[in-house]
């Protein structure tokens, strides 16, 4: 199974900030969409970070509330891991476990075209095993 496929079944949209949106701004999109991480782009195609609820709570002890006035920027990873709708969920499983992180962006040509999170891997390898085991059972009373 591939990354496509995910896309394929949840869609390509992406939650984006500003480098220079404040912390509140991304609570607030992290609160409305259910999400975990935003993807930092001025432009919503191109990446320049990643920040996610982690990032938040790891400043929170050192900058207390104040955090909430910074800019998205002092907070995001610049150095971001992404895939193409090409690599399979296999890879992607082994990629976030390896790296410890929930979310990966999906890039094409240079540009964000959609967001796997680790929840999205799961579940697709969650039905892959059970597609097998039926396969496996059908087989076997054959
Ligand atoms: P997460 O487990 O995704 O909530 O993120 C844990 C940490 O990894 C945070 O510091 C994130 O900014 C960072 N992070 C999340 N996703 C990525 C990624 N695809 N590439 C690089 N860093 C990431």
């Given amino acids: 199974m591939l990354i496509a496929d995910i896309i394929r079944s949840k869609?390509?949209?992406v939650v984006t900030a500003?480098?220079?949106a404040t912390v509140a701004e991304l609570?607030?999109?992290l609160a409305e969409h259910r999400i975990g991480a935003v993807v930092v782009s001025?432009?919503?195609r191109h990446i320049e970070g990643i920040v996610s609820e982690r990032d938040i709570v790891r400043a929170l002890p050192q900058q207390g509330g104040e955090v909430l006035d910074a800019e998205v920027r002092s907070l995001?990873?610049?150095e971001v891991v992404t895939c193409t709708p090409k690599q399979t969920v296999v890879e992607m499983a082994?990629?976030?476990t390896r790296h410890r992180f929930r979310h990966v962006p999906v890039v094409e040509d240079d540009e964000l075209v959609a967001?796997?999170?680790i929840g999205d891997i799961v579940k697709a390898r969650?039905?892959?095993l059970e597609d097998e085991r039926d396969q496996l059972i059908e087989y076997v009373q054959q």
Avoid: F, K, N, Y
Wanted: proline share 4%; net charge negative.
């Fill in 76 to 78: 995001m990873t610049t």
């Fill in 115 to 117: 967001i796997v999170s």
């Fill in 11 to 13: 869609g390509s949209d």
């Fill in 18 to 20: 500003a480098p220079t």
């Fill in 27 to 29: 609570t607030r999109l």
């Fill in 42 to 44: 001025g432009d919503g």
């Fill in 94 to 96: 082994e990629l976030m």
């Fill in 126 to 128: 969650m039905a892959l």
